[in-house]
C-alpha cells in the first residue's frame, strides 16, 4: 500500500507543478474568487497571528510562573519560535511591513520571556498535583 501512495504522490506533485496551480496569477485567481481583496486575508492573517501570541504565549508564561518550573517544555522548540518570530520581525521591518511587526514583535518578546524562564527554573521540577517543586540533588 505505501507504494502506491507514495507513486501517487509523485505523480500529483508532477501534475501540480506542470499544471502550474502554484502560479501567481492562479493564487491571485483563488483568492479573488471569493470576491475579497487580498489585504483583507493579510488582516485577518495579521488578527489570527496577534490573537494566538496574546493569548498562547503570556499563558504558558503565567503556568511557568505559577508552577515555578518550565517542566514538559521543549527548550528546542522554543529556540526556533524565538528565532522564527525574530527572524519575520526583521523581515517585516526591512520591508516595512506592518502585518509582520504587529503579529511577529509581540511574539518575539514573549518567546524571550519563556527562554528566559526556562534558564531560571532549569533545575526545577514539577512533581506532583499539588505543584511541590524539588530542587535538584536535594
Known amino acids: 500500500m505505501r507504494p502506491f ?15 502550474k496551480v502554484w502560479s501567481k496569477q492562479n493564487l491571485a485567481r483563488r483568492i479573488a474568487m471569493f470576491g475579497l481583496p487580498v489585504d483583507v486575508y493579510g488582516t485577518l492573517a495579521t488578527i489570527v497571528s496577534v490573537l494566538m501570541v496574546f493569548i498562547g504565549l503570556p499563558k504558558q508564561i503565567r503556568t511557568n510562573y505559577r508552577h515555578k518550573s518550565c517542566n514538559g517544555l521543549d527548550k528546542t522548540l522554543f529556540i526556533l519560535v524565538l528565532f522564527a518570530y525574530g527572524t519575520w520581525a526583521l523581515y517585516g521591518g526591512a520591508g516595512r511591513n506592518a502585518f509582520l511587526l504587529i503579529s511577529n514583535i509581540p511574539g518575539f518578546i514573549f518567546s524571550i520571556v519563556i527562554c528566559v524562564q526556562m ?10 498535583v499539588t505543584h511541590v517543586i524539588v530542587e535538584e540533588g536535594e
Do not use: D, E, Q
Open 119 to 128: 534558564w531560571i527554573y532549569r533545575g526545577r521540577k514539577l512533581v506532583s
Open 5 to 19: 501512495l507514495f507513486v501517487l504522490a509523485i505523480v500529483l506533485t508532477h501534475k501540480f507543478i506542470n499544471a
